[in-house]
């Protein structure tokens, strides 16, 4: 009975490390919270067009969408009505 509840972390660490691990091979390791921030702060500078906010905002969609995890702060509901906002708000670059 001893080595019963050892199990349970180890198979909890494997699980992170394994995961952790997946994320990095595909190359799709980020941190939500500073996209997230980024994203905001981006929307409050008129001075770029938004570009960078819009940038953000798809990124960080396309990571919840690979179940990645919310930034913290706010509701899942409202990160994702501000990324829907900041979508519609801006637009795709220009190409020259």
């Known amino acids: 009975m001893a080595g019963v509840p050892l199990a349970v972390p180890l198979r909890r660490t494997w699980c992170a490390t394994y995961l952790a691990a997946i994320f990095l091979m595909k190359g ?3 941190d939500p919270n500073v996209t997230y ?4 702060e ?3 500078r008129a ?3 938004h570009a960078e906010a ?3 905002a798809k990124t960080l969609d396309e990571w919840i969408k690979k179940g ?3 930034p913290k702060g706010d509701s899942p509901e409202m990160v994702r009505i501000w990324i829907n906002v900041v979508l519609s708000r801006t637009h795709e670059p220009e190409e020259c």
């Open 54 to 56: 819009r940038e953000r």
């Open 37 to 40: 921030d980024e994203m905001t």
């Open 68 to 70: 990645g995890f919310y």
């Open 42 to 44: 981006a929307m409050e």
């Open 47 to 49: 001075d770029r067009l």
């Open 28 to 30: 799709d390791v980020m």
